[in-house]
């Protein structure tokens, strides 16, 4: 049902994009390191084989969101709302921006007011040489 949900919401964002903004900010790399530094907290949804492939932003929490077939983590949500207040700022990183549209538009829809997604994900910020951090 989950995934149905997260299809329905992606849907909706496909189609309601032109007609309005969408309920969250879509940033850019210097825009996430102001962010960064002003000690916004930072979700890499991506999965543990992208985060060993590519590193992650230095800082960044990682909980993942869907796995490789685009299921939804059933302890996604559960966890993130526990660390995680609606009214507190957060920001949103994948590889190139599409999950993290579709997690933002969820979160919009449950009550979070502040949600920042990186335009492009970790992609562009490798692209733009910007450092990541190994684990």
Same mark, same amino acid.
């Given at each position: 049902?989950?995934? /149905? ?8 964002? %496909? %189609? ?11 940033? $850019? ?14 979700? $890499?949804?991506?999965?543990? $084989? ?9 800082? /960044? ?45 969820? %979160? ?11 335009? $492009? ?15």
């Amino acid at each position: 049902m989950l995934k /149905s949900l997260i299809a329905l919401i992606a849907l909706a964002g %496909l %189609l309601l994009g032109g007609c309005s903004e969408p309920p969250y900010t879509n940033i $850019d790399n210097a825009q996430l390191k102001t962010l960064l530094a002003q000690g916004t907290p930072l979700y $890499d949804v991506r999965r543990p $084989d992208e985060w060993r492939q590519t590193g992650v932003v230095e800082g /960044s929490r990682k909980l993942t969101f869907v796995d490789a077939s685009g299921r939804a983590n059933p302890e996604f949500m559960r966890d993130f709302v526990a660390e995680v207040e609606k009214n507190e700022p957060v920001i949103l990183i994948c590889r190139t921006g599409n999950r993290t549209n579709t997690l933002a538009y969820e %979160l919009a829809a449950q009550g979070y007011t502040k949600i920042y997604n990186v335009r $492009d994900g970790i992609s562009r910020w490798m692209g733009e040489n910007n450092p990541t951090v190994r684990f």
